[in-house]
């Protein structure tokens, strides 16, 4: 669970804003101590809303440790755009995961599972049961 | 189900029957080597489409042909997407086809298979929206299974435009009814066994029919019923793809 390379959380939304908001939130919430690597990858280049699969890319790489990348994605295209780059292209690092997740709180959960040195098979499953916690 | 290839027999006889003479003739600057063209009774030619021979060059006229219609239709696709979706479609789809007739012109791929996997890297690059994702599945994916042959048949592109078909239904879950792309794609490819121009005449025909459809993808799908009534903007975009290779087959 530690010492070797952290996996890396990209974030991904339609908007610029949500998406390094999103970051900053779960970096927040991760607390103190090593952080593991995490990007943001919101609307279009131009600023506008949209996907984009370059500032994907690039988050991706940056993030890239060598532990693997887990994706959390808001919808439509953002979910279109990293299912397609991971089933037919070669922008993603080839440990690159689309994690199924809700946006902010699987962020959290990412971020703080990765920043423990969670591997990404349970990186991914932590951000997946925050789907289990129920609000009312 | 999409793509499931029927025997070419079928289409080969009924292209024959009634037919005076057969015989053999290329077209060397065409791109589209015609293996055969055929005859018919009343003295028009048809060609045994399964037999067109198609190069790299081709593929790079379909695409550009493809992003002149796109531009020609913008507004309307923009129009229709505004009604049932976020108004981006038409400008979507220029900046995306725009891209990729720049990319295919700068660095003209030497096989059929590149041309599509080139043209489809860069929708998924440019689009932005889900349109990117979707049609870049789909050429990328019928690329891929074109291989790479410096030359491939019409036979060989329907099955390979079959196979990208089958992955965009695995991306979007979707299937034909749903009022999305697929509605147009499947009876384009499914007519793309008689001729190309059938192929354009039944995709048109497949977006038309989308408008009494219910949307069960996408963002039309949030309207529930109010999206009744309107024409898919994805399909009618589809059309366009199967217009153009029927502009540049010709």
Request: charged share 20%; with cysteine; aromatic share 4%.
């Amino acid at each position: 669970m530690s010492g070797g390379p952290m996996v890396g959380v990209v974030l991904v939304s339609h908007s610029k804003e949500v998406a390094a908001s999103v970051a900053a939130l779960a970096v927040g919430l991760a607390g103190g101590g090593a952080t593991a690597p995490v990007a943001a990858a919101g609307g279009t280049p131009d600023g506008g809303l949209g996907t984009s699969a370059e500032l994907i890319a690039a988050a991706a790489r940056e993030v890239d440790r060598g532990a693997g990348v887990a994706l959390l994605v808001d919808l439509g295209s953002a979910v279109l755009t990293v299912k397609a780059m991971i089933a037919e292209g070669d922008e993603l690092p080839e440990a690159a995961r689309l994690v199924d997740a809700p946006f902010v709180e699987g962020a959290v959960a990412a971020v703080v599972s990765a920043s423990a040195g969670a591997d990404l098979a349970a990186v991914a499953a932590a951000a997946g049961e925050a789907y289990g916690y129920r609000k009312e | 189900m999409v793509g499931r290839p029927r025997g070419h027999g079928g289409a080969a006889l009924g292209v024959l029957r009634g037919i005076a003479a057969v015989f053999l003739h290329t077209c060397a600057d065409s791109g589209a080597a015609r293996a055969w063209v055929l005859t018919g009774e009343n003295g028009e030619k048809e060609w045994y489409v399964s037999e067109v021979i198609l190069d790299a060059g081709f593929f790079v006229r379909w695409m550009a042909a493809a992003a002149g219609l796109v531009d020609r239709e913008a507004e309307r696709l923009t129009e229709l997407d505004s009604a049932i979706g976020d108004a981006d479609h038409g400008s979507n789809m220029q900046r995306g086809f725009a891209a990729v007739v720049r990319t295919v012109a700068a660095q003209p791929p030497a096989t059929p298979g590149a041309v599509l996997v080139a043209a489809g890297r860069q929708l998924i690059s440019t689009v932005g929206g889900a349109s990117g994702p979707l049609y870049g599945t789909l050429l990328r994916r019928a690329g891929k299974s074109l291989g790479e042959a410096p030359q491939v048949t019409a036979a060989q592109l329907r099955a390979g435009l079959a196979a990208g078909v089958a992955a965009v239904e695995e991306l979007g879950g979707a299937t034909t009814g749903d009022k999305t792309m697929l509605d147009a794609l499947v009876p384009g490819i499914e007519a793309l066994e008689t001729s190309f121009d059938a192929a354009a005449t039944a995709s048109e025909e497949g977006a038309l029919a989308t408008v009494p459809l219910l949307a069960r993808k996408g963002r039309a799908s949030y309207l529930g019923e109010r999206s009744i009534g309107h024409q898919d903007p994805g399909a009618t975009s589809s059309a366009l793809l199967f217009a153009a290779l029927a502009e540049v087959a010709r």
